[in-house]
């Protein structure tokens, strides 16, 4: 990323990169919710877990379609699905969150998020760090479209340089979100994605996304860097290192 992106980046809080995902990585991501989903009909679409991962399913039964059941999330995906950290961990995505928030990156948390056609909700305006404001602002969050995301099917939004703005009060509503009546609509801006683009945003970037009411479903990986390892009884973050002033890593066993 050049000198002006970065400035950019700094001004609007977010990037788009376009095409840091090929082909190959894409499919990748597409085989492991395929296999989940397999998984997933055999045990009944059961919610389940393993080791640190959450699989959570859901039944979609909006617009007249006949209802069925679906993938919903995969929590922490880090954690036990190495293809997914093989793809959302590579040097080049870590390259980029280098210029973001500095050479010392650690694993701070991931979702594979699947917005299911006709019937996938939305998600209300929130900002990241309001989920873990105990912890340090240097971080970064990295959202990947596995599938072309676009305004009818629920693409992210977000809202140029509203980081500047630090904390806004969040509340427990429709989700956990803040208070919508004050957006300024105008301002909004839509990441429409094809597969394999990212957009990088800062952790008080304000974002959302609509419900889905197309034809075509929604998958994207999501995941977050941060420059500092976890605070002492913190939930959120890890102590594990990805990148170090002091060089090489040391890799992590599947849970
Ligand atoms: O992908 C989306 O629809 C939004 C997800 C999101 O913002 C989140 O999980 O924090």
Known sequence: MNDDRLKQYNEDGYILIRNLLNE????????????????????GFQNFTKGKTRYEFER??????????????????????????????????????????????????????????????????HQDWAYWDHMNQRQVTVWMAIDEATRENGCIEVLPGSHKNGLIKHHHGEDFMIEESGIDTSQIVYA????????????????ASAANHSDKGRLCSIIDYDSEPKPDNSRHGSDHPLRSREGEVESLAIT
């Open 24 to 43: 190959e990585e894409i499919q990748t991501i597409q085989d492991l919710r395929k296999r989940i989903d397999e998984e997933a009909e055999a045990g």
């Open 192 to 207: 429409v994605m094809e597969p394999g683009d990212a957009l990088f945003f800062d952790v008080l970037t304000l974002h």
């Open 60 to 125: 979609i039964e909006t617009d007249g379609t006949p209802a069925r059941s679906t993938l919903r999330a995969v929590k922490e995906p880090w954690w036990n699905e190495e293809a997914f950290r093989k793809v959302t961990g590579s040097d080049k995505i870590l390259d980029v969150v280098e210029q973001l928030i500095g050479s010392e990156i650690y694993y701070h948390s991931s979702k594979l998020l699947f917005k299911a056609a006709r019937g996938g909700r939305r998600k209300p305006w």
